[in-house]
């Protein structure tokens, strides 16, 4: 397994590593660690490399990822709003999951859902 390809996993290990470390110190440095923009660079960095000749490619992923966002902060909206009615920690991810399908589904169709 080449290095390029290695990274990316070894990074987030890394910092779901660190993120359990830092949580005991602080609350907030652990929830900017676990939001901080991981996957979509290192996704960038994957799809630039096998697209280096094809900048449009690698612009409309780059596009693509916005719904995933949108949704992924439904994600974590619907599990804040669980866990402040004190619901069982798997409802609340499972809840969050379930959220996070119907918004980026939505989003799918309303954006024209491109392959």
């Known amino acids: 397994m080449s290095f390029s390809r290695l990274f990316p996993i070894l990074a987030s290990i890394a910092i779901i590593i660190l993120i359990a470390v830092v949580q005991e110190r602080s609350k907030f ?13 290192l996704a960038l960095w994957i799809v630039y490399a096998a697209n280096r000749n094809n900048p449009a ?18 994600f974590v909206v619907a599990c804040w709003a669980a866990l402040k ?21 939505a989003l799918r169709l309303l954006l024209g859902g491109g392959g």
């Open 29 to 41: 440095l652990a929830a900017l660690l676990a939001t901080m923009p991981l996957t979509a660079p």
């Open 57 to 74: 490619q690698v612009t409309a992923f780059t596009a693509s990822i916005i719904p995933g966002i949108i949704a992924t902060a439904a």
């Open 85 to 105: 009615l004190r619901l069982p920690f798997p409802v609340v991810i499972l809840g969050g999951y379930a959220v996070w399908a119907v918004i980026a589904w």
